[in-house]
């Protein structure tokens, strides 16, 4: 996996709930509501996945490459009492041909920067969402790693991996889509919100 997907291994969950110990709180943030449905690309071990399924009432996907990712991502969705309407264990560049019909809304954390062909991976999206549906990125900012401290240790990808709110447009537009709003997620993070174009 790490030939693929470099520097994208899941860390480990204590430090994901210091850093953000209300995860339904990022996704209301990122503009996801009850109703929607949603692909949850390269979901790990269901940090988000879990409350994103609850959020919306099962209507959502989740997708990883890692099989151990998406066992864990299953048990912590059950413990919250969740509903995955469909597991995807399969490369991300790979889901315009496995999903059989189109999504409002794909959410892809804390992954992107580690893609290797991310025009290629913009494009397979924009093939799964709806007209005028959403593409969040989140991603940590472009900040030397040793002052991303989170439980007293420096986290998150090499500071040269790390990639500017422009830098994930320029790659990510010209596949069709439009940049609608960059959301800050303290302490370290930003999410970048783009529209599928029609």
């Known amino acids: 996996m790490d030939d693929l997907f470099p520097a994208t291994s899941m ?13 339904t709180d990022v996704l209301e943030r990122l503009g996801i509501r009850p109703g929607v449905t ?31 990712m998406i066992e864990q991502a299953k048990v912590e969705v059950e413990r919250l009492g969740g509903t995955v309407r469909q597991w995807i264990n399969a490369d991300a560049r790979e889901i315009a041909s496995l999903l059989t019909q189109p999504v409002d809304y794909v ?16 494009r397979a999206v924009w093939h799964v969402l709806r007209p005028g549906g959403m593409f969040a990125i989140v991603n940590w900012h472009r900040l030397p790693r040793e002052r991303t401290v989170v439980l007293d240790q420096p986290r998150g990808p090499k500071t040269d991996m790390r990639m500017s709110p422009d830098a994930v447009r320029k790659a990510v537009e010209p596949a069709g889509f439009r940049t609608a709003r960059v959301e800050e997620l303290p302490p370290y993070h930003y999410a970048i919100i783009l529209e599928r174009a029609a």
């Not at 480990?12 to 709930?17: F, G, K, L, S």
């Not at 979901?43 to 099989?67: I, M, Q």
């Not at 992954?111 to 991976?121: A, M, N």
Request: proline share 12%; hydrophobic share 45%; glycine share 10%.
């Open 107 to 122: 959410l892809m954390a804390n992954t992107f920067h580690g893609v290797p062909d991310q025009p290629g991976l913009a």
């Open 11 to 23: 860390p480990d969950r204590d430090w994901w709930a210091a850093l953000w110990p209300r995860p």
């Open 38 to 68: 949603v692909l949850d690309l390269c979901c790990g071990d269901g940090y988000f996945t879990a409350p994103l399924a609850k959020l919306v009432d099962g209507r959502v996907y989740a997708l990883d490459l890692d099989p151990g």
